[in-house]
T-cell receptor
Framework: DAKTTQPPSMDCAEGRAANLPCNHS???????VYWYRQIHSQGPQYIIHGLKNNETNEMASLIITEDRKSSTLILPHATLRDTAVYYC??????????????FGTGTSLTVIP | ETGVTQSPTHLIKTRGQQVTLRCSSQSGHNTVSWYQQALGQGPQFIFQ???????GRGNFPPRFSGLQFPNYSSELNVNALELDDSALYLCASSLSRGNTGELFFGEGSRLTVL
């Protein structure tokens, strides 16, 4: 069962903000939202994560709605090197399940010169 | 560079064979997870090892098995290979079983089953 839904592809002009949406309407109260990206089938790379509050780091900002059913990853000034597949992930932790990351199918972001 | 290394990077097997993939976790990380990524899909959780024991498993059959060693490195074994097992197999390490920190992924082992 897919825990996250993302648009399959998006374009963004270089230097502009890229806003990548994600729906996770079945998320539970203690489940985190993570974002990773993957370039050319390399290993996924961590971007940011959050639970309820908005988060910002040197790479991106994460905006989570108050009901936690959706979130948006914001790359403030996209560069050509940001072209990648971006995955919105729900992290589930339990005594029998371990620490599981549920990946969606991802959004392929293309930054256009 | 995450410090997670996987081997081999590419391999080809035939249906019915067995394969072993290896992973060295980042220094100090005691938890290792394995994911399968089919072409065009997101990674799918196979299982996780913590202190040499499996402590979480996704929807994969028993022919997918693993080991974790005292130095926290890990192996993924797949028996009776099927064509649908062709995928990128990703290993990820983390600091502990239940922390809120990120997973550090290796570059993966690409398995082709003919």
């Amino acid at each position: 069962d897919a825990k996250t839904t993302q648009p399959p592809s998006m374009d963004c002009a270089e230097g502009r903000a890229a806003n990548l949406p994600c729906n996770h309407s079945t998320i539970s109260g203690n489940e985190y939202v993570y974002w990773y990206r993957q370039i050319h089938s390399q290993g996924p790379q961590y971007i940011i994560h959050g639970l309820k509050n908005n988060e910002t780091n040197e790479m991106a900002s994460l905006i989570i709605t108050e009901d936690r059913k959706s979130s948006t990853l914001i790359l403030p000034h996209a560069t050509l090197r940001d072209t990648a597949v971006y995955y919105c992930i729900v992290r589930v932790v339990g005594p029998d399940t371990g620490n599981q990351f549920y990946f969606g199918t991802g959004t392929s972001l293309t930054v256009i010169p | 560079e995450t410090g997670v290394t996987q081997s081999p990077t590419h391999l080809i097997k035939t249906r019915g064979q067995q394969v072993t993939l290896r992973c060295s976790s980042q220094s100090g990380h005691n938890t290792v997870s394995w994911y399968q990524q089919a072409l065009g899909q997101g990674p799918q959780f196979i299982f996780q090892y913590y202190r040499e024991e499996e402590n979480g498993r996704g929807n994969f059959p028993p022919r997918f098995s693993g080991l974790q060693f005292p130095n926290y490195s890990s192996e993924l074994n797949v028996n009776a290979l099927e064509l649908d097992d062709s995928a990128l197999y990703l290993c990820a390490s983390s600091l502990s079983r239940g922390n809120t920190g990120e997973l550090f992924f290796g570059e993966g082992s690409r398995l082709t089953v003919l």
